[in-house]
């Protein structure tokens, strides 16, 4: 097995150090940009506390709490599983050790929200007991796809809610409590995540045959990464500015009884898939021409059918595959 | 909240055929009774699965055609000497008639064997979907707030197979 010991997870003690006191106001909110007030303040400011975490599963909305905690630009978070961020480093505590799951910035640029949605900021409700600009972000029909709610005093993103075409929630995050330090950090970062070697984690690559390249999806997905995927697949991540999809490939057809239990049968254009919930966001895996494929999608299920629809369903099978199908199929079960 | 790292070093040791007879065992029968820990083999799986993921390292593309067109070029600049074909009797040849139908029957189900034992049978994929679940999130945690997709990510969301 391959590990990495990323170090020892040594949290700093931020509750002592947290004040209460009224500070500066957080840059305005741009609303071609309404989250880099957020993604800024989150990295000046020390901050910790309890967040809830809703998805909708089954037609109904579940939830979980996870503790997080915050220490200039040095996030942990700890749910089932314990995750850090430090800038774009992202790791994976397990086995005694951190496992290091990132460790690169972007892709390709996102496009911008505003060629998709219409964003409007307005007086905010209190979250967690603290007074936040809301950030109201719609869909070229009118109809409100997220509420985002910042700290007004620091810009902090304290609740977020995902809604579909129809108006129902589907995930929300949001702190329950939350404390926050009186004045930015600065100076050397606290290390409240692993320290991690340089250079390692995966890497873009250029998707080649036989996977298929995509650059883009439907309704303003854009491809902004290609990569390596567990069990020798692929992933292409695509966005529209506001939330991402990927869209994971191999080679091979799926094998019967690999699938998770639970989920529930549906279709991905003329193939039938296995499709399920989580608090990530929706997920659909199929097989077609002898490729499989897995979505997992943060978009609303209309747009992930869609997404589904545009991409294999059915292929070309080569003729080797054909002549093994051939003998072979008799003596198979599926 | 967050796995025990005894169990799962404990587990992921038994995952890398590391335990010795009575220790897996004893593992088995305590997997075959706990959920919890029938979870946290899921998890040390899917971590195993991630890991891998980024650790991989493809071939160079183009180097199995480079590497086909090599072993073409070596064969066709070999010279061939084929062999002169011996004049047959025309009754020998009638005679051997029937020998050949034979044995041009055998080779047929031979061949079939054959090819359904030289046919490379088509892949079968064993999609680990927690951690490309897993993956997505931490993949969109890049880009922006990376609070609330690791908070998803966080929890369990029970891919169990």
Redesign the interface.
Not at chain 1, 1 to 4: N, Q
Not at chain 1, 250 to 256: A, D, M, R
Not at chain 1, 258 to 262: D, E, Q, R, Y
């Given at each position: 097995?391959?590990?990495?010991a990323l170090g020892a997870f040594t949290c700093g003690v931020v509750a002592g150090t947290l004040g209460f006191t009224v500070i500066a106001a957080a840059a305005p909110i741009d609303p071609r940009d309404p989250?880099a007030v957020?993604?800024s303040a989150?990295r000046e400011h020390a901050y910790e506390g309890t967040?809830s975490?809703t998805?909708r599963a089954d037609g109904v909305l579940r939830s979980?709490s996870?503790?997080?905690h915050?220490e200039a630009g040095s996030?942990a978070?700890?749910?089932?599983?314990?995750?850090s961020?430090v800038g774009?480093r992202?790791a994976?505590?397990?086995?005694?050790v951190w496992?290091?799951?990132?460790n690169?910035?972007?892709g390709d640029d996102?496009p911008p929200i505003a060629d998709k949605y219409s964003v409007s900021v307005e007086p905010g409700v209190l979250v967690a007991g603290r007074t936040t600009d809301r950030v109201r972000i719609t869909d070229p029909r009118g109809r409100v796809r997220e509420y985002i709610d910042l700290d007004r005093e620091t810009g902090l993103?304290l609740r977020?809610e995902q809604r579909n075409e129809q108006g129902a929630v589907m995930?929300i995050?949001g702190f329950e409590e939350v404390a926050i330090a009186a004045t930015p950090t600065d100076g050397a970062p606290a290390e409240v995540g692993p320290r991690v070697p340089r250079g390692?984690?995966?890497a873009p690559?250029?998707i080649?045959a036989p996977f298929r390249s995509v650059t883009r999806l439907p309704g303003g997905f854009l491809r902004?990464?290609s990569?390596?995927?567990?069990?020798?697949?692929r992933?292409q991540?695509y966005?529209d500015g506001l939330?991402?999809v990927?869209v994971?490939e191999?080679?091979?057809?799926?094998?019967?009884g690999?699938?998770?239990?639970?989920g529930a049968y549906g279709t991905a254009g003329r193939a039938d898939a296995r499709l399920?919930e989580?608090?990530?966001?929706q997920?659909a895996?199929w097989?077609a021409g002898?490729r499989?494929f897995?979505v997992?999608s943060?978009a609303t299920p209309t747009e992930t059918a869609r997404i589904i629809a545009a991409l294999p369903s059915e292929g070309v099978v080569d003729g080797?595959?054909r002549?093994?199908?051939f003998?072979?199929g008799p003596f198979t079960w599926r | 909240?967050?796995?025990d790292?005894?169990a799962?070093?404990v587990?992921?040791a038994y995952?890398?055929g590391e335990c010795r007879p009575e220790e897996r065992a004893g593992i088995d029968a305590h997997l075959a009774t706990s959920a919890r820990w029938q979870r946290d083999l899921e998890?040390?799986r899917e971590?195993?699965?991630?890991?891998?993921?980024?650790?991989?390292v493809?071939l160079p593309?183009g180097l199995l055609d480079d590497v086909i067109a090599a072993v073409a070029a070596v064969e066709v600049a070999a010279p061939v000497d084929a062999p002169v074909a011996p004049v047959a009797d025309l009754a020998v040849a009638r005679r051997s008639r029937g020998r050949i139908a034979a044995w041009v029957a055998g080779m047929a189900a031979a061949a079939?064997v054959g090819?359904?034992v030289i046919?490379?049978?088509?892949?079968?994929?064993?999609?680990?979907?927690?951690?490309?679940?897993?993956?997505?999130?931490?993949?969109?945690?890049?880009?922006?707030?990376?609070?609330?997709?690791?908070?998803?990510?966080?929890?369990?969301?029970?891919?169990?197979?």
């Open positions: 097995m391959v590990r990495r989250l957020a993604t989150a967040l975490v998805w979980r996870v503790t997080v915050s996030l978070v700890t749910g089932d599983r314990r995750l961020a774009a992202r994976l505590r397990s086995g005694g496992h290091l799951l990132w690169r910035g972007e996102a993103l977020r995930r995050t390692s984690g995966p690559i250029v080649a902004v990464g990569y390596r995927a567990a069990g020798g697949g992933e991540y966005s939330v991402g990927s994971f191999w080679s091979g057809s799926l094998k019967p690999s699938l998770p239990a639970g399920y989580s608090p990530v966001g997920v895996v097989d002898g499989t897995a997992v943060e080797p595959t002549i093994g199908r003998l072979i | 909240m967050a796995p790292d005894d799962q070093s587990l992921s995952l890398d998890e040390v971590v195993r699965e991630l890991v891998r993921a980024a650790a991989e493809d593309p079939a090819v359904a046919v490379p049978t088509e892949p079968v994929v064993n999609p680990p979907v927690a951690a490309v679940v897993r993956t997505h999130a931490v993949r969109s945690s890049v880009d922006g707030v990376p609070t609330d997709r690791l908070a998803q990510s966080s929890i369990r969301a029970g891919f169990l197979k």
